[in-house]
């Protein structure tokens, strides 16, 4: 049975007055304890208001517990609180230095690699970034600028492809970039998507300094790059991409939590659109 609004709506509604079991909500909804549990991990994907935990998981005292999860939290600490200010007041990749998180995170869950580059390579390696996209199985949501990445090839297959084959496993995408006159033609191609699979791919316009993508609930991947020429001669020998990942439950959640603070408040990108082509 397929989720509707009225359901989408009581399930958000109960949760967030306090933290529910399964049980609870299905009692609430009158569903079953499997159609309830494919319910709350749909109104997790549709809107990030709720989220879940399963205590003593693989066990027959197994709990699942379903809280709301709304931006109050996104800043808990001084912290978070100084990173997220930071993220929000940037407009570009300059303006925020994802060591700035990393650094904070315990070495066991967190890596990094680096890499030269020129502007015409694609992420080579251990960074690339097909075979990431593919490990998704319910959400991926991304952080871009003017989303050149979907024009990448990567042993002779392309990333725009990957995205519809993904899309085509019900994954659904959220991207927040910059949506402007130079970003137009990348959107275009991502605008036949969203219109061939309505519903798993929304594109919002937002300014922002971050650029990466958190696969799940258990992988993110950002990327910073570094220039030589914005450094005097012989400091930097060459153009080099440091890829931060990250497999902390903790922090994967907290950057989800921005993500979706900054995506409600974002613009909808065919209304972006529409104004610009009133212009130009």
């Known amino acids: ?3 509707n609004e009225d359901d989408k709506k009581a399930i958000v509604s109960y949760v967030k007055k306090g933290p529910r079991t399964i049980q609870e909500i299905s009692k609430l909804i009158k569903r079953s304890w499997v159609t309830t549990d494919s319910y709350v991990k749909q109104v997790k994907e549709i809107t990030g208001l709720i989220d879940c935990r399963t205590f003593r998981a693989g066990s027959k005292a197994a709990l699942k517990i379903v809280f709301y999860n709304y931006s109050d939290s996104v800043a808990s600490d001084d912290l978070r ?3 997220y200010s930071q993220i929000r007041s940037g407009r570009n ?3 925020f230095d994802f060591m700035d998180i ?4 315990d070495n066991k869950k967190k890596k990094a690699f680096t890499e030269y580059y020129t502007n015409e390579d694609a992420f080579s390696g251990k960074h690339r970034l097909i075979p990431l996209l593919r490990q998704a199985e319910s959400n991926i949501y991304c952080f871009s600028g003017n989303v050149s990445f979907i024009n990448l090839k990567e042993n002779n297959e392309k990333v725009i492809d990957v995205i519809e084959e993904t899309l085509k496993r019900k994954v659904h995408i959220k991207l927040l970039c910059r949506i402007n006159i130079a970003s137009i033609a990348n959107i275009s191609k991502l605008q036949a ?3 061939k699979y309505q519903g798993f791919i929304e594109i919002k316009h937002c300014y922002h300094p971050l650029r990466g ?3 799940d609930d258990k992988i993110a991947r950002f990327k910073h790059e570094e220039k030589a020429e914005d ?4 400091e930097l020998e060459k153009d080099t991409r440091i890829f931060y990942e990250i497999y902390d439950q903790e922090w994967i959640a907290w950057l989800q ?3 979706w603070n900054m995506f409600r408040t974002s613009t909808d990108y065919e209304r972006r659109l529409k104004e610009i082509k009133r212009i130009f």
């Open 1 to 3: 049975m397929a989720l």
């Open 81 to 83: 609180e100084s990173l």
């Open 93 to 95: 990749k300059k303006d």
């Open 102 to 105: 990393f650094q904070s995170i």
């Open 193 to 195: 998507l969203a219109q």
């Open 213 to 215: 993508f958190i696969i």
């Open 231 to 234: 450094y005097k001669h012989g």
């Open 257 to 259: 939590k921005v993500f």
